[in-house]
C-alpha cells in the first residue's frame, strides 16, 4: 500500500512522510502536494528509495 | 486602539480556508468589501514582527478585503478577519485588529498570529490535493497537539 502522511505541527508547518515508493516515484507523487503547501516541505527518505537507487546503480 | 496584525499566510484555496474556518467554529463570508476592526489606523503598534503597517501593508487596506471570516454566533459589531488581496502577495492576507475583542479571535484559533487557522488550512489543502491524487483520506488530531493528514491507496 502506498501511504503520504502529511503531519501538520501546531504553528501550521507541515512535514511530509511517505512509505510503499520506490525510487524518484516519491518525489514525483508529492510534488503537486508541495506546490499545494505553497512551500518545500521537510521530507524524510525511506530504506525504499535508497533501495530502488542502488539497485539501478548495479544493473 | 487599531493594532491590524498580519497573519503569516497567504491562501489560494476559499474551499479549503471555509473547510478549516467551519471546523474552527468560523464561517467564511464570500465577496464583502469590508470587516469589523477598530475603524480608524491610530499608529499606535510598534510591533514589527506582526504589525501589518510593519510588515509593508498599506494603511488603505485596513479594514477592506475581498472576503471575511466571521466566528459563529458572533455579536454586533465584534471583530472579523478581512481576507485581503495584497499587493506583491499571492493570494489572500488574513488582516484583523488584535486589540480589544480582537482577542476573542486569537483566543478561538491558536493565540497571535492565528495558528490554528494554518494548521487547518494546511490540512484542508493536503486533503484536496490528496483526494485529487486518488488517494482515500483521513484526518486526525495526534495527542501532541498536530494535525495528521493520512493519504492511502
Not at chain 2, 468560523?26 to 514582527?49: I, P, Q
Not at chain 2, 479594514?63 to 454566533?73: A, F, I, P, Q, W
Not at chain 2, 465584534?78 to 486569537?106: A, C, F, M
Amino acid at each position: 500500500m502506498k501511504q503520504i502522511d502529511v503531519i501538520i505541527d501546531e504553528t501550521g508547518n507541515p512535514t511530509i512522510h511517505t512509505s510503499g515508493f520506490t525510487g524518484g516515484e516519491c518525489a514525483k507523487e508529492t510534488a503537486a502536494l508541495e506546490k499545494a503547501l505553497g512551500a518545500k516541505t521537510k521530507d524524510t527518505k525511506t530504506p525504499e528509495f535508497f533501495k530502488a537507487t542502488v539497485g539501478r546503480i548495479t544493473q | 486602539m487599531s493594532h491590524v496584525a498580519d497573519v503569516d499566510l497567504h491562501i489560494t484555496d476559499l474551499d479549503a480556508l471555509g473547510a478549516a474556518a467551519e471546523a474552527a467554529g468560523f464561517e467564511l463570508v464570500r465577496d464583502v468589501k469590508t470587516y469589523n476592526w477598530f475603524g480608524s489606523f491610530l499608529n499606535d503598534w510598534n510591533d514589527t514582527d506582526r504589525a501589518a503597517i510593519h510588515r509593508g501593508i498599506p494603511e488603505e487596506l485596513f479594514g477592506t478585503c475581498d472576503h471575511k471570516l466571521r466566528r459563529k454566533g458572533a455579536s454586533e459589531g465584534e471583530y472579523e478577519i478581512g481576507l485581503t488581496r495584497v499587493p506583491g502577495r499571492e493570494g489572500y492576507t488574513p488582516l484583523y485588529d488584535s486589540y480589544g475583542n480582537g482577542k476573542q479571535l486569537e483566543r478561538a484559533l491558536g493565540g497571535a498570529g492565528l495558528p490554528a487557522l494554518k494548521q487547518g488550512y494546511a490540512a484542508q489543502v493536503s486533503a484536496k490535493q490528496l483526494r485529487k491524487q486518488g488517494y482515500s483520506v483521513r484526518i486526525t488530531q495526534q495527542t501532541d497537539g498536530k494535525l495528521r493528514v493520512r493519504g492511502s491507496r
